[in-house]
C-alpha cells in the first residue's frame, strides 16, 4: 500500500501543471521571450497587476517561479506608489523561504532592496540601449548565464538606477557604465537589471509608452528602432538558450522534475 502511494505521490509530481506568478508594473514590458519557454514546460501563467493587487497575495509564496517585472517607477518611490512596500515585503519573504525567483530590472532592484542593498540613481545617467555584457568573474561564471556573455552580443537595457551588491549574493555581470547588472542568490534567486527578455516587435510598445522619457532625455525611437533591427535577431536567439538553460538549472528537463530530484 505504501509502494503503491509513494508511485502516485511521484507521479503527480511529474505531471502536475507548476504554476508561475508574474509581478507586472505596466502592461507593456511583459515576459517576452520567457513566456515560450515557461509554457513548454507546463507552467501556468498568471499576471498581477501590482498597482491594483491586493497584498499580500497567497500564490506569491505557494507559486513555483515569481517572476518581478520592470517599470518606469523606483524603488525609493513608495511615497508616491505606496505598493511598493508592500510589493518588497512579498519578494522578502519570498527569498527567506528561499523558492524560485527571477527579477528584471525593477524587480532586480526590487530584490536588492529587499536583501537589504541600496538603490540609488546612477551616477553616470540613464543606461539606454544596447550594451554588451561583461562577466564579473568569467572563472565562476555559471554555464546556463554563458549564453548572454557570447561575444558579440548586445544586452537592451534602460534604467536610471543602479544597486550595491546584496549581502551574499553572486557578482555575474556588469556593463562599461554599470557596475551591477546581475547577480544569483544560492541557486534560486535571479536578479537581472538589463532586458533579456524583449524582442523587436514587442519594443514598439515601448517605444511609444515610454516616449515622454525618450523625448525628455533626446532619445529617438527610430533611433532605437534601427539598433534592434541590427542586434534583437541575436539576442532573441541567446535569450532562448539562456532561458532553457536556467530553466533547466531550476527546475529540471522535464514537467515534473523538482531540483531536489535533480
Same mark, same amino acid.
Given at each position: 500500500?505504501?509502494?503503491?502511494?509513494?508511485?502516485?505521490?511521484?507521479?503527480?509530481?511529474?505531471?502536475?501543471?507548476?504554476?508561475?506568478?508574474?509581478?507586472?508594473?505596466?502592461?507593456?514590458?511583459?515576459?517576452?521571450?520567457?513566456?515560450?519557454?515557461?509554457?513548454?514546460?507546463?507552467?501556468?501563467?498568471?499576471?498581477?497587476?501590482?498597482?491594483?493587487?491586493?497584498? %499580500? &497575495?497567497?500564490? +506569491? @509564496?505557494?507559486?513555483?517561479?515569481?517572476?518581478?517585472? !520592470?517599470?518606469?517607477?523606483?524603488?525609493?518611490? =513608495?511615497?508616491?506608489?505606496?505598493?511598493?512596500?508592500?510589493?518588497?515585503?512579498?519578494?522578502?519573504?519570498?527569498?527567506?523561504?528561499?523558492?524560485?525567483?527571477?527579477?528584471?530590472?525593477?524587480?532586480?532592484?526590487?530584490?536588492?532592496?529587499?536583501?537589504?542593498?541600496?538603490?540609488?540613481?546612477?551616477?553616470?545617467?540613464?543606461?539606454?540601449?544596447?550594451? %554588451? &555584457?561583461?562577466? +564579473? @568573474?568569467?572563472?565562476?561564471?555559471?554555464?546556463?548565464? !554563458?549564453?548572454?556573455?557570447?561575444?558579440?552580443? =548586445?544586452?537592451?537595457?534602460?534604467?536610471?538606477?543602479?544597486?550595491?551588491?546584496?549581502?551574499?549574493?553572486?557578482?555575474?555581470?556588469?556593463?562599461?557604465?554599470?557596475?551591477?547588472?546581475?547577480?544569483?542568490?544560492?541557486?534560486?534567486?535571479?536578479?537581472?537589471?538589463?532586458?533579456?527578455?524583449?524582442?523587436?516587435?514587442?519594443?514598439?510598445?515601448?517605444?511609444?509608452?515610454?516616449?515622454?522619457?525618450?523625448?525628455?532625455?533626446?532619445?529617438?525611437?527610430?533611433?532605437?528602432?534601427?539598433?534592434?533591427?541590427?542586434?534583437?535577431?541575436?539576442?532573441?536567439?541567446?535569450?532562448?538558450?539562456?532561458?532553457?538553460?536556467?530553466?533547466?538549472?531550476?527546475?529540471?528537463?522535464?514537467?515534473?522534475?523538482?531540483?531536489?530530484?535533480?
Amino acid at each position: 500500500m505504501e509502494e503503491h502511494a509513494s508511485l502516485a505521490y511521484h507521479i503527480s509530481m511529474r505531471t502536475r501543471k507548476r504554476h508561475a506568478l508574474i509581478l507586472q508594473h505596466i502592461p507593456f514590458e511583459n515576459l517576452g521571450s520567457l513566456e515560450e519557454p515557461l509554457r513548454e514546460r507546463g507552467f501556468d501563467i498568471e499576471t498581477a497587476e501590482v498597482s491594483t493587487a491586493r497584498f %499580500p &497575495l497567497p500564490q +506569491a @509564496s505557494s507559486c513555483d517561479l515569481l517572476v518581478i517585472l !520592470g517599470g518606469p517607477i523606483g524603488v525609493f518611490d =513608495s511615497e508616491d506608489y505606496p505598493f511598493l512596500n508592500d510589493e518588497i515585503e512579498c519578494i522578502r519573504q519570498r527569498l527567506e523561504a528561499r523558492k524560485p525567483m527571477l527579477g528584471i530590472c525593477l524587480g532586480a532592484q526590487l530584490m536588492a532592496a529587499a536583501l537589504g542593498a541600496r538603490v540609488y540613481p546612477g551616477s553616470e545617467g540613464s543606461e539606454i540601449g544596447w550594451y %554588451p &555584457l561583461q562577466p +564579473a @568573474s568569467p572563472e565562476q561564471t555559471p554555464a546556463w548565464f !554563458g549564453p548572454l556573455l557570447t561575444p558579440g552580443l =548586445s544586452l537592451f537595457h534602460w534604467h536610471g538606477d543602479t544597486f550595491d551588491l546584496p549581502p551574499g549574493a553572486q557578482h555575474l555581470a556588469r556593463t562599461e557604465a554599470y557596475a551591477h547588472q546581475a547577480f544569483a542568490i544560492e541557486d534560486f534567486a535571479l536578479g537581472l537589471q538589463f532586458h533579456p527578455e524583449v524582442t523587436a516587435a514587442g519594443l514598439e510598445r515601448w517605444y511609444v509608452g515610454h516616449a515622454c522619457e525618450l523625448h525628455q532625455k533626446g532619445i529617438r525611437a527610430v533611433n532605437l528602432r534601427a539598433a534592434a533591427c541590427e542586434h534583437a535577431p541575436a539576442l532573441e536567439m541567446a535569450a532562448r538558450t539562456f532561458w532553457n538553460q536556467w530553466l533547466n538549472h531550476m527546475f529540471g528537463n522535464s514537467i515534473g522534475e523538482t531540483r531536489s530530484e535533480k
